[in-house]
Each structure stands twice: as structure tokens, then as C-alpha cells.
């Protein structure tokens, strides 16, 4: 398959960016890795009559790391990530990024693409709402933050306005002594997972978070999980499968098999964050 | 042995442009002119097609079945009784009977162009249920594929063979049912053709993906209404075939009707989804088996109901009966006993026609008849390889004839398995397995034994009711002005590496620098007809093929060899690329130039056929060759994941002479990982409207590098006595044996919880809800 035509731009600034997206009226779609939106070209699914290519826009490449936040711009890769080039102060960032996709699409892909692209399979969407990172929403005048555990409102659905673009995600980085752990399930190296997630304790900031995903729409984020865990220590021995199973199906998981796997998930997660520290 | 001769693993000659990327697929050809065809496919599996409409401003770039007038449908016609014939249209008209079938074609400048022409072509149909599953589709209210026939099964074939009541009562039953999925072949390149005319051949070429020219040659010429001769199939570089490429397809009549009609060339190229999304067209079958055995496992009998699922139509040359009644031919296995009954059926379906891919019906076969034997051995409580040992086939009573009347030419089945056993170290598993593993995975170790019939030859083949039946296999062999030799043949390689292992023959008979040999393949234009490269063939007959004439051109080399050396041919021989006697030698350039530029110095009575020798191979049988093998695994199961990784895997193979041993490990190699891909990975599924629901590689899971461990490929040898050098056909056991080993030991793994899984492929759903069925029943 090939795509239909289209015009491709390569956006200077932010602000060059914003304006051609304004101007375009909805023909327009924005591209950083393309790792995702090539394939909906191909496959005649995303029909734009113009492309704005975003990743060479400086302000939206840079990351910092400082030592309450990590600023990811929205382009910056999940390569990039993988390496400690950015994100280096949040260990946990580097694990998920090492196993989404191959090395090929990870040097293209972007974690702002990934967020906006909003796959209910991906990784970078659960991750983040656990490490409860938050992105900055620009129309080109004014910017806007919204939590990434509200950002994806459906299945390849967003909090994004038309001609919003997110410019960078912010992740606060966690106490010394806090915990975390990653799990993603697939059925071979490299693809998408069948289940994810996240388990973040930290008790200096008075947090048990976690995350569920490749679910059928966005994660499910539980804020404030102790409950789950009994009240106890997080480990998998005191998961109350029970109570996760009817917070899935309220979320609107499936069932069945499926839905022991993202239990399963979890409770591995939550083992690893009893032996994984965010600092060593 | 020489350096370069049969049994040398000698580096790949081809492999030097394709790992610098100067390979020449269709993709790279580059004819001026060239414009670009598009197809429009059906979206929907079963329907009446009451109209095609192109839009107005595009006369002249769309074409449909209206256009193709004269062109004759695709037929595939058997010689076995009562098969029922399908007539499937170059672009169909009438019924649309699959999704994915072409409907219409349109030209344009660039592929993206084409496409853009394609979404903008209407097609105006009435759909009908579809049939979807192979066994609905013979209920008496199953919708028709075909009205004509009546009913949707192709053909029947009933084996009943020394089936006793002693046999049928025996003490132990043993009964499975077992279903594979369809699958999709996935060679790396895609089909695709470049069709041009040639006024000066007055020849239609056309540059194919293909396994067989020849038979493209044939088929497009019968198609189009052309002799033979006015069409020319070159075959370059092929990316893989393992069967998807051996057939003629409607897409490259429609290049070449296209290239005739505008005059210009055309091109085509498959693409992912297309591959996807027409064409998942293999391994789809059912069983229904059952084992009768004595109170120690010695199998009696075996009874089976098989159905394969053949989808609309049957395919040129092979036929939609192939696959049921190789099936059939080849339910027993590597086992000794002489009760035998099948019943098996080609079903006509709302899906892409079969093809054989790799392995063809015995993948499937074996994983049937293995999980048999893994039943017995659960029932008496022996190792399932000591189940194998009880009722394999022994070498002393090679050559065996098997209860279908298979020759099986030689070896020693049941030492391929205690290799294998001992490698996988089965016992050490057994101690592990008492242990328990910290991480809560469960280990297992399955095996799987089955011989491997290959090059297959004309008898066999006849009675497979084959439409195009192959005969004596040619070779041309020539020595050059220079004293180089050129081989020419009619086999195809798509990545066996024929362009070495052939000149490895020719050097072992002719003595010629392995480097001047040169191994021309794939133009109907230059090669000797041939019904070319499937069925483990292509060594055993092309290279039987090739010895031939390289033996007969000897001779004629020595006869005027001797006479420059004043000698009696008696007294000479040829080999080292020199006719020598006692006391002198010429070498073959000075041969060749007496022959091509100074014949004054020629005998008198001088063989006038030159230096160029067409022969061919004539098997001491042809009842075909039997390789044997052994395949064992170790997995671990997670069964709260449902994820199975593979911790080691063994192969014992027996190929009889390996003329490249580098080569047939790397075949065994590749074969094993697609049957890695049967066993634990790929299935396109079609919901109830006879949708493939696998479009992309997102849902088509292949297996990867990080998926299959370090395979480990052991050897015995016993050489063919009816062949060439012993050799006997080998490329197709890999893909045989991984899924009813992979099954095996899966099933070993989840014993401990009652499990036991039938079918492939053994993904995670499939697993957990096996488990979660078994814990179920137990604490009920
Ligand atoms: C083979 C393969 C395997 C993969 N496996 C995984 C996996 O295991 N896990 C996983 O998480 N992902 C996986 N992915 C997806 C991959 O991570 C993508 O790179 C990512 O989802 C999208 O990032 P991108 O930069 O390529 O975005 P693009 O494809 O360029 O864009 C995606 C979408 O986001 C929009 N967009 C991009 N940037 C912005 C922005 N700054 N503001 C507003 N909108 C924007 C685009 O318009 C588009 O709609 C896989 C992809 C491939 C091809």
C-alpha cells in the first residue's frame, strides 16, 4: 500500500509548526518519528493532505534532568531514552524504553509520539501515568498541562485540541528510596505487549501508584493503590486479585484470560518493586 | 574428498551479491516504460458480483474480466476420480469466492497512482454467507462454493488397508483431535511480475517470482491463447519461495494479457497486506485419529478422518487434491504396522486457495500421528521416545515397504531418536523437572520422528493425480571455448543455492576449477524444460541431471583428448580438468579449442554433438527418497502467561550424501523456524464472514531471532541406493517436526496440571484457557 499525496513541511520553530497546523484547518497532521503515523499512511488510514514534520524543532528535542523533574521534549527519542541521554535520573524511564519495539523503531520513534498516538497497547502511556508525569499542551500562544493518566481519552484518543501540539512531558523523579517496577508481557521480543505494567511506591512522597495498559482504551491508573495491597508492603503475595479484577472490569477490560494476564502483570510489577529501588 | 566437490560445505557463489545487495529480484529489473499495475481485490469472501464499474475519465487504465476476453480461466485438472474442477477466472466475474481475489486491474504511472485508480473502482455485489470452516462446509445446508458441484468437497479419497476387528478391539484406543492453522508463507520478497513484449523473440517475457517457469511458461501461454514459444518466464533472484511461488497465478496472466494489449511494459509487485490479506493459504487441516495399540504400545493400527481445508479453488499445477491425498499416503509415518484407514477430503472453502507450503501435508500429518503416539505412551506410563522405539520402523528391515506401499530406502529410525534423546538429554530434564523451577514455569521435553519423502518421482506423483506430472529431470552441460564450464538447468533456486551445490556435482565428475563453472538457471529461454525446484527435488533429480551430462560431455572430451594425445580413449581418463594417460595429458581448454577453433586436429569420426550434452536423470526407483529425522525440544510454559520459551532444540537429520552439509544445516535451520512459526506463532484467523483478520505483521506474529534458540542440527548418513551420490531430497524436514515436538513438550510441561493441548499454534490464549479449564475441573 501506498499513501495518498500529500505535501510534507519541515517546521523551524514551534511556532512555524502551530501556525501551518492552524492554517491547514484540520488537512494537516504533525510527524515526529513517523513510526506510527507510517504505517497509518500506508494503510490509506491517515489521508492528510499535508505533513508537519516536528522533529527537528530544537525546543522540542532538548530533555533535562534535574533533580525534582525530568523535562522530556516531545520529540526526544526512545533511543535516546534507552541510552541514559535522556531521563537519566529516573532509572525506570530507561527499562521501558529498552523493550519498546526494536532498536530501529526506537531510534525514530519519539515518547511525545507515542503519547499522542495513543495506542491502548503502548508503553510509554502506562509508564509515565505511573511515574505521574504530566505534558505541556501548546495552541501556539498558550500552553496547557494535563496529567498523562488523563491525556489518552480513548483508543487512539486524546485530551489534544485541533492545532495543539505537545511540546514536552515533565516526570517528577522519585525519593531515593522509592520503589518501582516494570513488567511487559508479549509474545516475542519487540512487540506489543499483551499486558503492561507499572508499580511505583514511594514513601517519602506518601505514594503507591500503579498502572495497567494494553487494555482496550487507557490505562487504568490507580492513584492511590495501598488498598490493593492490603495496606501492606506491595508484592504479589498481597495483591487482592479480587478487588484488580473488578477495578479492570470497570475499567472496561475484557475478561477472561485476558484479564488474568494484565492481573498477572501486576503482581509481577509489584514483585519487582519489592526488589527493585529507583536509586542504588 | 575435493575442496569443492560433492560433500564440501563450500561458501555460497550467490551469496556474494545478495549480502552485497547486487541481487536482481523482479523489484531491480528496469525495463524503459515501464507503468505500474494495482489491484483491486474483493473485500468481501462470498458474493454475487453483478457489476464492476471503473469511473469514466479512466478508460484505458482499468481493466476487468469484460476486457479479458478470450483468456481462459485456470484449471487445474487431476487425474484422480471424481475430483470436481474449479475454474477460476483471471479476474472474476460471476461470484466473488474469497477476500482478496483480483477483481480488476488498473495502470497507472506509480504504484500510488494505481492505487489511488483502484480505491476509485466500484464493485456493486449481493453477498451470500460464507463458508468458513472445513467441516461446516460439508453439512447438507452448507452454503456453496461452487453451486455446480452440488456440494463443497473437491474430492474423497478412501484408504482401507488390512483393517482388522482383531485390530479395532484392541486393548488400547487412542484418539485426538487435532487442528493447524492457516498460515501465511511469508518468504522475505513477494510475488511480482514485469511483463513486456519482445518483437524481436516475437515473445511475450515475463520476469516472475517464481519457483517454476516452465510451468508459467504454460500456464500464461494456455491462458492467453499462445503457443508456448511466445512466451518467454525469466525467473531471476527469487527471495523464498517454500511453495508460494509455485504455482501460476492469475496476476501474471493479467501482466502478461496487459503487456500484449497496451504495449508496454507493466510491473507488479505484492506488497505486505496483500500478502496478508489474499494470501494466507497453507497448512489449514483437521484430524480425527485414532491409534490401536497392545498393552506394551506397539501400534496395530491406525484409523483417521482428514479434512483440508483447499479454500475456492484449485491451484495450477498442484491441485486442490494434493494435500488430502498426500495426507492420506502419508498418515503412517516412520511406523511399522499394517492396519491402516483413512478417509480424508479437499473442502472447498471462501478462502485463498492451498498451496503446499514447506513440509506440505506432513507437518501436519506428523503432528497427528505423534500426538498418537505421545497418548500411548501416557497410557502404559513409559517415556514417550521408548513408545517411538516400540513401533519405529528397524534398520534390518530395510528397505521397508510401509502398510501405503511407500519404499522407505534405508537408515536407522530408532537410533535418529536415542541421539536425539541423549543430545536434548532427556533424563537430565526428567531430574530438573523433580526440582521445580524458582521463577514457577514448568519444563518439558517433547519429541517428534518422521521420514521425509522427497524427489518425489513420476509414478508417485501420477498417482497424486498431479495435472502436471514430472518426468525425466535435464541438465544441459557445456565446455567453453576457454575450457569453462556452463551448466543449465531447469530447477530453480529460491534460496537453496543451487548455483553452488550444482557446480559442486559438475566439479566432482568433471574435475573443472569449481570457480570456472557456471550454473545458468531460471529463462525458459536457455534451460531445458522442467517442472523445476519443490518437493526436495531439485539435488536428487537437477543434480542427477547435472552428473549426467557432465559424465557423457566427459567422454566426448576424452575421446578427443586422447585422440590429441595420440592415445586410445580406452587407455585415458577424465577428471582435474585434464584427459591424461599414463604418460601425458591435455588439459580441456586445449580440448576445446581444437574442438571450437581447430577441428582440423579432431578424430576423423569425431562425435559432431560437440561439447554440449543435454542429459537426464533416470532414478534406479522413483519411488522417491526417504530422509529421516528426529527433532527434540525443551521448553519452559508459564502458566500464569501462557508463554512458552524454547530452551534448546535438537535435530538428528538423516539426508542420506550431503553434497553441501553447510547448506542442508542451513536449510534445516530455516525449516525449523518456520515450523517454530506453525507451532507457537502464526494463525490468520477469519471471523464468520470469511474476513482474514490478520492485515498486518502486528497480528501476524512470524518467529524472530530473539525466539529461536541455538538449534542444534546432528547428522547420521546412509546413503540412497537408488540416487546420484547417495543423496536423498532434505529441504522440508525442518518445517516438519517443530510442531508436534513443540506440542509435546508443552504437553509434558503442563501435565503436572492435567493439561493436555491438541493443535498448533500454542499461543498464550490458547494455554491459559487450557489451564484455567483444567483448574477448573479439578477443584469442581
Ligand atoms: C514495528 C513497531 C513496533 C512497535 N512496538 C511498540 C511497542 O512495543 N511499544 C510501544 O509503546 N510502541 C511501539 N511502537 C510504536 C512506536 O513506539 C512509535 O514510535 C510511537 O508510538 C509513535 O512515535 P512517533 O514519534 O513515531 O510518532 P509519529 O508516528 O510521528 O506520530 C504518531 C501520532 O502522533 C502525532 N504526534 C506526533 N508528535 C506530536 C506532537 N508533538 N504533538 C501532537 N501530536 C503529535 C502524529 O500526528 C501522529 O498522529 C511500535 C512501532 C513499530 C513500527
Redesign the interface.
Known sequence: ?????FETVRAASLAEASRLLREAGGGAKLVAGGQSLG?MLN??LARPRLLIDVAGIAELTVAVDAADQVVLGSCVTTAAVEDGRAGDAIPMLAEVAGHVAYRAVRNRGTVGGSLCHADPAADWPTALAALGADVIISDGRTERSVPVAGFATGAFETALAPGEILVRIRVPVPSHSAAWGWVK?T??????A?ANAAVLVDHERGICRIAIGALRGPPLVVGDARGLFGGGPVGAGALDRVALNRLLGAHGGDG???R??HV?ALARAADRAAAVRSRT | MSATGVGASVARTEDDRFLRGRGQYVADWRVPGTREVAFVRSPVAHARLRAVRAPEDCAGTVFTAADLRGVKPVRAITSIKGFKLSSEPILATGKLRFVGEVVAACVAATRAEAEDLAERVELDYEELPAVTDMLAARRPDAPLVHEEWGDNVFIETVEDRGMTEAVLAAPLKITREIRTARQCMFPMEGRGALAFRDDRLRCLTLVSATQMPHIVQLGVADCLGLPDSAVRVISPDVGGGFGYKGLLCREEVVLGWLAQTLGHPVRWLEDCREHLGANANCREHHYVVTGFADRDGRLLGIDCVAHVDAGAYSVYPTSAALEASMVASLIPGPYDFRAYRCRSAAVATNKCPILPYRGVGRTGVCLAIEAVMDGIAREIGVEPYEVRLRNLVRPEQMPYDNVMGRHFDGGDYPEAVRRAVAAIGVEAIRARQTRGESDGRLIGVGLAVFCEQGAHGTTVLASWGRPVVPGYEQAIARLTVDGDLEIRVGTHSHGQGHETTFAQVAHEVLGVPFARIRVMQGDTLYTPFSTATWGSRSMVMGGGAVAEACRILGERIKAIGAWLMQADPADATVGDGCVRTASASVSFAEVARAWYLQPQHLPPDVDTGGLEVTAGYRAKRDSGTFSYAAHAVCVAVDPETGLVEILDYVVLEDGGVLVNPMIVDGQVRGGTVQGIGTGLFEAVSFDAQGQPLASTLVDYLLPGAGDVPEIRVLHMETPSPNTTFGAKGIGEGGAIGPPAALVSAVNDALRPLGVELQGVPLGPERILAAVAAARASTSA
Do not use: I, Q, S, W
Not at chain 1, 509474545?187 to 506489543?192: S, V
Open positions: 500500500m501506498k499513501p495518498v499525496a504505517p494503510l490509506r508481557l509474545r516475542k521480543a519487540g512487540e506489543f499483551l477472561g484470560t485476558e488474568a494476564l498477572t
